[in-house]
């Protein structure tokens, strides 16, 4: 198939899951799309055993779709972009203490947790896996998804202060999480003797030797590199904006694209954070919280075309992880299967102690809202790009092919998990009436 044939059917597809989901299921978009996909994903692997061509043509069809290089490459420097324009920018400045520790300590914590128990608990179900392979499911499991969380929060009816931390937590977080995903495949890259060309994998060449101070390094070059090109993209803008002064709407909005495409180019080429960038320039091109003179900058039709790109990006983006069970199947075995449930559990153990500790530390110097801890852990929903960084791994031949799979299989069980259970289950956990 063509790009313009699988672009077709996947705009085919959105359309009529979220006509189905509109008329029948009448849930949050992004929780029907992905059980529309999943149930139909179910269906064509139980139609597969008698119709075997049907299996085969279909997984062949969702294998081009490439999830991890469409989302990593393509989509999430739109998806972040837009998520950012919309956050209230004077109220994430009074929660910037909260939301930065948990974004960065909370994630490293949970990232340590997540390893440490996989590595002592697995093996207790037969299988062995070595420590920093469990740290490289811990780094892409960790963060929790922006896209996910931020097509959920706006719904719940929560506090202002309480929304943008989650809000705001969940967007930085991605970025940092991703910079301690590439971090730690660099270290397992100069373990294994591989010789990698710069920037194949975010790798900045393998075999050579990794220190505390080169892991630092390259740790602050991608995280404060993505944020300063951010700003830098989103001072320009601010400027071209506020020079056209509404005037031209849809110079405006080709201002933006080209802003995100050109920014998130320059930062792959740069080996710096492309998700923090995006954020940042997000935050600054946003209206919300700003100055009165300032807020006028970016127009009206801007925020429309990006809530409606947002929204069809959505819409594809999750049934793009229900399809994708039709690739994961292949590797299906019952200890896998418990391994999946396991590491459910695990991961929101690792959640919980994430988020309760920093919080319980901070409460002495500010006020937390009531149930804090509970919203935030049951809130923590993870996504599209936990499944594309284990799907980044799965070409890397150096890694076992086994543990290749149970990583794969573990982290799509635990998106799974946290979309639709928690997800749907999450206005019980905040008391929401209606």
């Not at 892409?140 to 989650?166: R, W």
């Not at 590199?225 to 849809?250: A, P, Q, R, S, T």
Request: net charge negative; charged share 15%.
């Amino acid at each position: 198939m063509s790009i313009l044939d699988l672009i077709t059917l996947l705009i085919f597809l959105a359309a009529i899951f979220t006509l189905i989901n509109i008329s029948l299921l009448k849930l949050p978009s992004t929780i029907g799309l992905m059980i529309i996909a999943l149930a139909m994903s179910a269906f064509i692997l139980a139609a597969g055993y008698m119709f075997p061509s049907l299996y085969s043509a279909a997984e062949h069809i969702v294998e081009e779709f490439d999830f991890q290089e469409v989302l990593m490459n393509v989509m999430l420097n739109f998806l972040l972009f837009a998520g950012a324009l919309f956050i209230d920018l004077s109220k994430l400045k009074e929660e910037r203490v909260p939301v930065m520790i948990l974004a960065t300590v909370g994630t490293l914590m949970s990232t340590f947790i997540v390893s440490f128990l996989v590595y002592y608990i697995f093996p207790l179900v037969g299988f062995e896996i070595e420590l920093i392979y469990c740290l490289l499911f811990g780094a892409l499991i960790s963060p929790t998804d922006p896209i996910a969380v931020l097509a959920l929060v706006g719904k719940l009816g929560l506090s202002k202060k309480l929304e943008i931390k989650i809000a705001g937590e969940s967007l930085f977080n991605d970025g940092v999480g991703v910079v301690v995903f590439l971090t730690i495949l660099n270290i397992a890259l100069s373990q294994s003797g591989v010789q990698v060309e710069a920037g194949e994998h975010g790798g900045h060449g393998g075999g050579g030797e990794i220190t505390a101070m080169s892991v630092g390094l390259l740790f602050a070059r991608e995280v404060f590199g993505g944020v300063l090109l951010g700003g830098f993209f989103g001072y320009l803008g601010f400027k071209l904006l506020d020079f056209i002064d509404n005037d031209h709407v849809e110079l405006e909005v080709l201002v933006t694209l080209t802003l995100v495409m050109v920014g998130g180019r320059i930062a792959e080429l740069l080996h710096v954070s492309g998700p923090l960038g995006m954020v940042v320039m997000g935050l600054f091109l946003g209206n919300q919280g700003r100055d009165e003179s300032l807020a006028n900058a970016t127009g009206e039709y801007v925020f429309k075309f990006w809530h409606l790109l947002d929204e069809a990006l959505n819409a594809i983006l999750f049934i793009l992880i229900g399809l994708e069970i039709l690739v994961i199947a292949k590797s299906f075995t019952l200890e896998f299967l418990i391994m999946g449930g396991i590491g459910i559990l695990i991961v929101l153990t690792a959640r919980f102690i994430g988020v309760s500790i920093p919080v319980t530390l901070m409460s002495f110097k500010r006020e937390f809202e009531p149930g804090t801890i509970k919203i935030m852990t049951w809130g923590g929903l993870r996504g599209g790009i936990s499944v594309a960084l284990a799907l980044s791994l799965q070409n890397l031949e150096w890694i076992p092919e086994d543990i290749r799979h149970a990583i794969l299989f573990t982290t799509y069980s635990v998106v799974v998990f946290s979309i639709l259970v928690q997800g749907l289950t999450m206005g019980i956990v905040v008391g929401k009436k209606d």
